[in-house]
């Protein structure tokens, strides 16, 4: 078993900037990569970022890419979500993954555990 929790989330105006943290705990030397996802009410959850552990290789959404950068830490066993220049299109609810297994990462369905969420509001 894996334990995700995430921090960070917040209400800022856009341009601002805010940073997402998940710690993770538990079976963690199993897992292949680190996962964020949102979900904004009334619409489906949506990959945002992604990360493998070992070699740090990054993936982006469209929508994030250039804006939003995704680190790591595997002493901490955290995994970051630096978020710049928000707009409040990026307002939902963000949620970390862990996937165990070598999979496609930008699919919900690939990851086997799911943080709690944290909300992020970005007001105009």
């Known amino acids: 078993q894996v334990q995700l929790v995430e921090s960070g989330g917040g209400l800022v105006q856009a341009g601002d900037s805010l940073r997402l943290s998940c710690a993770a705990s538990?079976?963690?030397?199993?897992?292949?990569?680190m996962g964020w996802f949102r979900q904004a009410p009334g619409k489906e959850r949506e990959f945002v970022s992604a990360?493998?552990?070992?070699?740090?290789?990054?993936y982006y959404s469209d929508s994030v890419r250039g804006r939003f950068t995704t680190s790591r830490d595997n002493v901490q066993k955290t995994v970051y979500l630096q978020m710049n220049r928000l707009k409040p299109e990026d307002t939902a609810v963000y949620y970390c993954?862990?996937?165990?297994?070598?999979?496609?990462?930008?699919?919900?369905?690939?990851?086997?555990?799911w943080g709690q969420g944290t909300q992020v509001t970005v007001s105009s």
């Open positions: 993954a862990a996937a165990s297994r070598r999979t496609d990462v930008t699919r919900s369905d690939s990851y086997d555990y």
């Open positions: 538990g079976r963690t030397f199993s897992n292949y990569a």
């Open positions: 990360i493998t552990w070992i070699y740090g290789m990054t």
